[in-house]
């Protein structure tokens, strides 16, 4: 737990966590002596003996007031650290991720880091303020009589020590029991709160339908095992507390009894027994708390473990040196292997270079690993084997800085923010002048929707850009890569038709593009691929065929084939509409 706060807080605050903890020992352990230092006193009084008494006294005192200072040191110390949790682990969790390789947020991780960035914060923040406390003095000041123990009775002593660890196999039994119950429903409820979120915004298809009046099969059952792994963390951990609490009872009966028989067997006189018995029953305190607090220790401990995992997730290995570009505008891949999982691969030893400037467009079947070049390129994942080269230089000797700046992308699933359209498009390049922006605006026909907003360049997109249309998303985002004016231009060509007009802005945006820019395009449309200066064609793991579409047409082989299936589909659509004019 210890080393799991240290990690997540960082190096930075590796001294405040010591200090803080030898204040907590050091209370604990004065906390012991002071209960201990009762018993000469309650002997003195038992024995009528008042000098010894009022002396004693004083060092009861004494320790009581250092215990006092110990305390309020480890509790001012523990404040701040829990503020420091608070204020900083949200902007280590930040930098950290922001570090990582995009291929590891997949919706579970993020809803995870979600889970982990709330709850676990709230809950890591408790863990200095209030939790460790009753856990340390739980261990230490009982540790601490039972040693004053053996001094002042070595019988009981023993009869104290032998309690011990059959006290801590209960609770490690009990504490171990909430561990394993609290990792279900965490598990369960983060895979619930997905499901929530899923349902939430798959409202148009689930409605479009009828799925939202029979239910949602996969919500449901989210929900239902949320129910139960509730259930099994309540009956796993529930009469595994109470019998924890219970030993820590039965252990303080049996020393008793123990204590009882000495004196039946006249061992020890019953002054000393009753002193000794109202030390173990102070000694009973503190274990009994960590009893009562052992559930939400577990679950703080759990907490600061994912919190601990995500900090302890490998960034991206950046090159200590960034090599510079040696051929601007270039991509290489060559011999590439890789695949999302072992012994799954979508990538099999492909070659292929595009050359600087012109157009280079990927055709081929669904699930052939088109995008999959295009995550490669921008080091989304590295790859099994081979190598991916951007500018010359393998992506893996650059830093994601100078990687970044070589390329612009244009995806079909366009992110805006919920800012206005000069934000949105001023992401491309922030410090680009406002006539940049209106010059890559109108480039791309982002100003003809501006001139059709209320209120105009100041008016906000919504979230993800909703207030949009897909096509007129699109062509915020073909403004964003012109604004960047990267070397290099990755562009997943829209499935869907765009309408006439957007297609017009979005194909003069790209004719502009292409003028100093290259233009690697995964291609969809027809028109695309027969202007494209080069062509690959992406089949079974490997480049089937490469060329221009004359030279692939006159191959007469999966090229020809993909054309005119194209054609065929295309044909259809055009007699069709006319049809229903
Ligand atoms: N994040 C991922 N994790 C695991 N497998 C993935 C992931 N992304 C893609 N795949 C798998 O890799 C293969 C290639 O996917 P990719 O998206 O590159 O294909 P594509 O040619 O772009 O397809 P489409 O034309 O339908 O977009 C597919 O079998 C897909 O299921």
Redesign the pocket.
């Known amino acids: 737990m210890i080393r799991d706060l240290m990690k997540i807080l960082g190096p930075k605050h590796d001294r405040d966590v010591k200090i803080y903890l030898a204040w907590l020992v050091a209370y604990s352990l004065l906390q012991g002596l002071a209960m201990v230092s009762l018993v000469p006193v309650l002997r003195a009084v038992l024995t009528g003996e008042a000098g010894a008494a009022w002396r004693w006294l004083a060092v009861v005192l004494a320790a009581v007031v250092a215990t006092c200072v110990a305390r309020y040191q480890q509790a001012m110390h523990g404040f701040a650290l829990s503020l420091i949790t608070l204020t900083s682990l949200h902007r280590r969790l930040g930098d950290h991720v922001t570090s990582l390789p995009l ?1 590891w947020f ?1 919706s579970e991780k993020v809803g995870r880091l979600s889970r982990s960035a709330t709850n676990g914060t709230l809950m890591v923040t408790n863990v200095t303020a209030h939790m460790l406390t009753p856990l340390v003095s739980g261990i230490v000041t009982p540790a601490t009589v039972a040693t004053a123990m053996l001094v002042l009775d070595w019988r009981l002593g023993v009869a104290t020590w032998v309690c011990a660890p059959l006290l801590w196999l209960t609770h490690r039994w009990a504490v171990n029991s909430v561990g394993r119950g609290e990792e279900l429903t965490d598990a369960a409820t983060t895979a619930a709160g997905n499901r929530v979120v899923e349902f939430a915004r798959d409202q148009q298809v689930l409605r479009a339908f009828g799925r939202t009046t029979e239910g949602y099969r996969p919500l449901e059952d989210a929900i239902e095992n949320q129910k139960t792994a509730g259930r099994t963390l309540l009956l796993m951990a529930a009469p595994r507390l109470l019998a924890n609490g219970l030993g820590v009872q039965l252990a303080f009966a049996a020393v008793i009894a123990f204590g009882l028989a000495l004196v039946v067997n006249s061992a020890i006189d019953p002054v000393t027994l009753i002193a000794l018995i109202a030390l173990t029953a102070r000694f009973t305190g503190p274990l009994a708390e960590v009893a009562a607090h052992s559930s939400m220790t577990r679950m703080a401990a759990n907490a600061l473990r994912r919190l601990a995992s995500i900090v302890d997730e490998k960034p991206s290995a950046e090159p200590v040196v960034s090599r510079p570009v040696t051929e601007p505008g270039e991509i290489e891949l060559t011999d590439v292997r890789f695949g ?2 072992p012994g ?1 691969p ?1 990538l099999n030893g492909i070659s292929f270079r595009v050359p600087a400037r012109g157009m280079t467009a990927i055709v ?10 295009t ?1 490669l390129i921008m080091r989304f994942f590295d790859v099994d084997s081979g190598t991916v080269s951007v500018g010359g230089v393998d992506v893996r000797e650059q830093s994601t800085k100078d990687l970044m700046a070589q390329l612009s992308v244009v995806m079909q699933d366009v992110y805006l923010f919920d800012d206005t359209l000069e934000a949105n498009i001023r992401v491309g390049r922030p410090e680009a002048t406002a006539e940049e922006v209106r010059e890559a605006a109108r480039i791309a026909g982002v100003d003809e929707i501006v001139d059709r907003l209320p209120g105009g360049w100041a008016t906000r997109v919504g979230e993800g850009g909703a207030s949009l249309s897909g096509g007129e998303r699109q062509r915020v985002s073909v403004a964003r890569a012109v604004l960047k004016d990267a070397p290099i231009v990755l562009l ?1 060509e829209a ?1 869907a038709a765009l309408d006439p007009e957007n297609e017009r802005y979005v194909q003069r945006a790209l004719r502009t593009l292409m003028d100093h820019a290259t233009l690697l395009v ?1 291609a969809h449309k027809l028109p695309t691929v027969v202007a494209a200066d080069q062509i690959l064609v ?1 089949d079974g793991g490997g480049i089937a065929e490469c060329g221009t579409h004359e030279e692939l047409l006159a191959l007469n082989g999966r090229y020809t084939a993909f054309w005119n299936e194209r054609r065929r589909t295309q044909g259809w659509r055009l007699v069709s509409s006319e049809e229903t004019k």
């Open positions: 291929g997949s999302y999982e799954h979508v081929g079947p669904s699930g052939s690993g088109k995008s999959t070049i995550r997943d499935t995964i992406l």
